[in-house]
């Protein structure tokens, strides 16, 4: 199995970056792909992006496209998620998950990082 760990989160003021981290370790080489997910309070786990791990094809949903980017450094073990002009409904806590090799689903997580974009 895959451990994840993310950091990066914190308080950021609308417009500001933050980068995510997600460092995996354990069998790193049975990872196929790296999600990430947000979940915001009282709402569903929402699906953000991902990156295919050897090859770092990346896949955005629509409404994050424009701000979110999603990469991985194979060397590192880590992927990230770099966000731009936060905005305060981005409040939420960032989570990321594998999928590994051979499976459709995202089978390990981390326990997420706090974002809170407030002014």
């Known amino acids: 199995q895959v451990q994840l760990v993310e950091s990066g989160g914190g308080l950021a003021q609308p417009g500001d970056s933050l980068r995510l981290s997600c460092a995996a370790s354990?069998?790193?080489?049975?990872?196929?792909?790296v999600g990430w997910f947000r979940h915001i309070k009282g709402r569903d786990r929402e699906f953000l992006a991902a990156?295919?791990?050897?090859?770092?094809?990346?896949s955005y949903v629509v409404g994050v496209k424009d701000r979110f980017i999603v990469s991985r450094d194979t060397t590192k073990n880590t992927a990230y998620l770099q966000m731009n002009d936060l905005k305060p409904e981005d409040t939420a806590t960032y989570l990321c998950?594998?999928?590994?090799?051979?499976?459709?689903?995202?089978?390990?997580w981390g326990q997420g990082t706090q974002v809170t974009v407030s002014s």
């Open positions: 990156i295919t791990w050897e090859s770092g094809k990346p």
């Open positions: 354990g069998h790193t080489d049975n990872i196929y792909t």
């Open positions: 998950a594998v999928a590994e090799s051979g499976s459709d689903d995202f089978g390990s």
